[in-house]
């Protein structure tokens, strides 16, 4: 069974509980700081203790920056296809293509029927899944001419305008378990996301792809077309979850965690060890590793427990600093592809437009480590003696804290550096990506050691 090849995604998914939704969107805040590339939230309507789901998307999405975001999956019958293209579309507009959707054709069949949605047949819940993912395409697609106009046993639109057209091409996952379901997968959507407690092995995956990957070559389609996820039920170990990469196709593993110490755990350790692994098989280097680590966590003094403290101002200035590393590595990210482009074209204008991405990207580093370095001084020079004085048992604390803020200066340097050498040889870019990957690591471990150990302590001094 065969490995897909696509990039490699760690997500969790995370209960909408209403009786705390403030600490929901604490945690989804958290997963994002934590390097978690997507967040998805179930949707069922008739639960009165879960939050809605889409406003809650909505929030997120406006509370983050980076992470991506969808529904674990949305029920088409309790959402009319023609409104749900254009929620979706407005959502991926506002958190700037961050939004992907999960389709579902329904199940509880009692308490959807209870919201006043018709009961449909296990057949005629695909059929109608089929024909609302057409319908959402067409909304979508805003170059064809007139508007949307569909007849089908289930839904009826008659000439709607479409759009809006969303920020990115959105992704349409499908939950799907049995026979019908999954050939309506291979035919026309994005994604596979079951749950592999429900699946219960991994041989079932096999099975599924085996299906979904026939509907597809019939429909005209590549299997690769069709990226697979997977809602895990408990934490694999790494070996595991690069089996399920490399023999079953999975590249989106999904871990229902509300913790943020499990969140912490899958995004600093599994992740980056899986990624380790499904390279070294496909003969890569990981999307994101950094070459070394700059701290070890077992070395770093501590003033007794972590802080429990949800919002400080300490928080949102790293929040600012975290927003801004993403879009550093994005405009790295970016540049990796014009240099390969214009390696291969080595046209004037291909040159031309190569050189301005370098100094724009350059321009943004500079501004960047500027930011930090600024921020490391603010608290050398006046946050850290104030703690010192009000609290001698965090002294050795604050002296790994300015130990490590030296350290990142040295690492910014590195950054400039490496940025120079690019500059005067594009050619030069491992260099670049190793230095970026190597603030990251450091930058954001240390972010997260200042919070855990300040943000309690400066509630108390009144920062």
């Known amino acids: 069974m065969p490995d897909y090849g696509h990039d490699l995604l760690f997500s969790a998914n995370l209960v909408p509980d209403a009786r705390q939704p403030d600490d929901v969107v604490a945690v989804a805040r958290f997963a994002e700081r934590a390097g978690l590339d997507l967040l998805t939230f179930q949707d069922h309507p008739y639960q009165p203790a879960l939050l809605d789901t889409w406003t809650l998307l909505a929030y997120v999405a406006a509370a983050t920056e980076r992470i991506r975001l969808a529904g674990n999956v949305h029920p088409l019958p309790l959402r009319p296809p023609a409104m749900l293209a254009q929620a979706a579309a407005s959502l991926d507009l506002l958190s700037h293509g961050r939004f992907e959707l999960g389709l579902g054709s329904g199940g509880y069949w009692d308490s959807i029927a209870s919201m006043g949605a018709p009961r449909l047949t296990p057949g005629g819940a695909v059929d109608a899944l089929e024909e609302g993912i057409r319908i959402i395409r067409a909304a979508w697609d805003t170059d064809a001419p007139g508007g949307i106009r569909h007849h089908g046993e289930h839904y009826q639109v008659d000439g709607a305008p479409r759009g809006p057209r969303p920020a990115h ?197 500079e501004s960047y480590c500027r930011l930090v370095t600024m921020h490391h001084s603010a608290e050398d020079a006046a946050v850290f003696p104030a703690l010192r004085r009000a609290e001698p048992a965090l002294a050795p604390v604050l002296d790994r804290l300015q130990e490590e803020h030296e350290v990142i200066h040295k690492v910014l340097d590195q950054v400039d550096r490496a940025l120079v050498a690019f500059v005067a040889d594009p050619g030069g870019f491992d260099g670049l990506r190793a230095a970026v990957d190597l603030l990251t690591d450091g930058l954001l471990s240390h972010l997260s050691y200042e919070e855990r150990e300040l943000v309690d302590p400066l509630s108390r001094l009144g920062f």
């Open 169 to 365: 091409d959105i992704g349409i996952w499908l939950g799907a378990y049995k026979p019908r379901m999954l050939r309506l997968t291979g035919r026309l959507a994005d994604g596979w996301l079951p749950s592999l407690p429900h699946l219960r092995t991994f041989d079932k995956i096999g099975e599924g792809n085996a299906v979904i990957d026939e509907a597809a070559a019939e429909a005209g389609r590549s299997p690769g077309d069709i990226r697979r996820l997977l809602n895990l039920g408990e934490e694999l170990e790494p070996g595991r979850l690069a089996e399920l990469a490399l023999t079953y196709g999975v590249s989106v593993f999904i871990l229902l965690a509300g913790e943020p110490t499990r969140i912490e755990r899958f995004a600093a350790e599994t992740a980056p060890a899986v990624r380790e692994l499904v390279a070294a098989e496909r003969g890569q280097t990981p999307t994101v590793q950094a070459p070394a680590r700059l701290w070890d966590e077992g070395t770093r003094p501590t003033a007794g427990n972590p802080s429990s403290s949800r919002s400080h101002h300490l928080i949102e200035v790293h929040d600012h600093l975290r927003a801004e590393l993403a879009q550093l590595r994005d405009l790295v990210d970016q540049v990796a592809a014009g240099t390969m482009d214009a390696g291969a074209a080595r046209s004037h204008i291909g040159t031309m437009t190569m050189r301005q991405n370098n100094w724009t990207l350059g321009a943004y580093c």
